[in-house]
């Protein structure tokens, strides 16, 4: 990611639309997990900024973060967190079946991630038998625009492409869809906008100033999230999807 995007997205977690409204949807994922066994521990792989690890993933347990930009870490330090490691999560620095909940939100999609495969392979080693896998994805190759330029974008995904990346793991898929649905009408006229009328200037998605309709967007991600979580949008700008690592795994 270009370095000020680390900077963009600390300053806008806690009131764009877009965190906000996916933190619902998350929650509602994990919500699926069987989570009667505890203590937990989290790993935030691709941790970012930290502000999933500081507000809701707390509520499972002891949460690490890895990333592989220092930059991120200092914002992480910066909320107060402090169990980090500047790591690729291509080659996490933990043992074997260390963690209960693996997170990785919008970061097997970049270019700084070499393969998606051995990162998902990775996920798999570190978690336990009955360890659970959340991820979020951006959707559809075709829908790359300005802000993939910014945010360094390698590929992006489809549900199919999600459930064969993980099943060729050895996870067992729980759910899976598509989110951000309500608004993909929106997005993709943005986008197509963007092909006629190039940006003059490179300017990221979260630096876009829309007043009045944070709120209103807020209102309608966040109303997704009961649906996101008990069935298949038939599409959107990301897919979500929970796995697990079943006990009597090969
Ligand atoms: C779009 S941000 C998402 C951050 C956070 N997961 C969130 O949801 O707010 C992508 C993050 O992935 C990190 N990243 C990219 N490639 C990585 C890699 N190979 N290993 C670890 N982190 C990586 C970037 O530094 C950045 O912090």
Partial sequence: MDPQEYSLMFHVESTHWWYI????????????????????SVLDAGCGTGSG???????????VGVDISPIALEFCRKRGLASLALASVTEIPFPAESFDLVTSFDVLYEQAVPSDTVAIDEFFRVLRPNGYILLRLPAYDWLRGQHDVNIHTARRYTISKVKKLLSESGFDLLH????????FPLALTKRLLERIFPPTSPSSDLSVKIGVFNDV?????SSE????ASMRLPFGLSVIALGKKQSGYE
């Fill in 21 to 40: 409204g996916m933190e619902k949807i998350t929650r509602a994922f994990l919500k699926k997990m069987d989570v009667s066994a505890s203590p937990r």
């Fill in 53 to 63: 690890m500081s507000t809701y993933l707390v509520d499972y347990g002891s949460v």
């Fill in 176 to 183: 899976i869809s598509y989110a951000n649905t309500l608004l």
């Fill in 217 to 221: 967007f807020k209102k309608i991600l």
């Fill in 225 to 228: 999230a009961p649906l996101a």
